[in-house]
């Protein structure tokens, strides 16, 4: 059985002092690819540096919307130069967050524009974050298309998948879904076609149920895979086999 962690942020500082044995305990559970979104300029090297290690990791290079504070206006031409010097498998994590009051919704559409572009120019999907924003971000996707890419953590609605599904983006399931009281995401994964899911951890973030308070690892691929098992009344193999195949072909890995 092979796995892939669609979104994990292995280039954390939480992860300095284990990650080479933690990338071994992966391998024995048939995690076998990693994709490292990235999220402010100054972790850029490092995560290249990191994946350049590992054939099993693949670096992708975006501005966060979360970090807005951390980011500065000559980010994006250096954004710009790293993509022609590095092979990357996105843009990302790129994306709007009305969910914190804290950052200009205007200064977030205006990165986001810019990245999108950069995707469109260097022929690269996309890896999203997006929380109260999706109707907005679908908008943005139709006035500025991208080569398909993950919607990272997905909880819109099942409307909002279809449209996503247009622009060809697929969706990144993981540790939100473990919840028991998360009946509404339970629903909804039940709707969503096989074809358009991946799976992902966002470690150290988004713990599984049980596990609240801990750091989350990529070996957690492996529970996610049959928390999707059980929830959609399909075989792990399957789940594993075609999840895989959804990610290796939107990152081209
Ligand atoms: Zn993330």
């Known amino acids: 059985m092979h796995l892939i962690d669609s979104h994990c942020h292995l280039d954390f500082e939480q992860f300095d002092l284990d990650r080479w044995q933690i990338l071994k305990r992966c391998q024995q559970l048939g995690i076998s690819n990693i994709v490292i979104p ?4 100054k972790r850029w090297h490092r995560l290249l540096e990191l994946c350049d290690h ?3 990791l693949h670096p992708a290079l975006g501005l966060h919307p979360m970090f807005m504070l951390e980011h500065h206006a000559d980010d994006l031409a250096t954004l710009e130069h790293l993509l022609t010097q590095h092979s ?3 843009i990302g994590e790129i994306g709007l967050d009305f969910y914190s009051k804290d950052h200009d919704k205007n200064a977030q559409i205006e ?3 810019k990245q999108l572009q950069l995707a469109q120019q260097a022929d690269l999907p996309v890896i999203l974050h997006v929380r109260k924003a999706h109707d907005q971000m679908i908008a943005l996707l139709k006035q500025y298309p991208v080569k398909g890419g993950v919607v990272h953590a997905f909880s819109g609605s099942a409307q909002q998948a279809q449209n ?3 622009q060809d983006m697929l969706f990144g399931i993981g540790g939100a879904y473990s919840y028991q009281r ?7 994964i039940k709707q969503l076609p096989l074809s358009s899911i991946t799976l992902e951890t966002d470690a150290p973030d988004m713990p599984l149920q049980g596990k609240q308070g801990q750091r ?5 691929i492996a529970v996610i895979a049959n928390i999707v098992a059980d929830l959609r009344q399909q075989k792990v193999n399957d789940i594993a086999r075609i999840t895989t195949e959804n990610c290796k072909r939107i990152f081209n890995i």
Do not use: F
């Open 164 to 166: 996503y599904i247009k």
């Open 38 to 41: 990235g999220v402010t300029a």
């Open 216 to 220: 989350n690892s990529p070996e957690s």
């Open 182 to 188: 998360a009946t509404r995401l339970h629903n909804l």
């Open 111 to 113: 990165l986001l524009i």
């Open 88 to 90: 990357v498998v996105a």
């Open 54 to 56: 590992n054939d099993m």
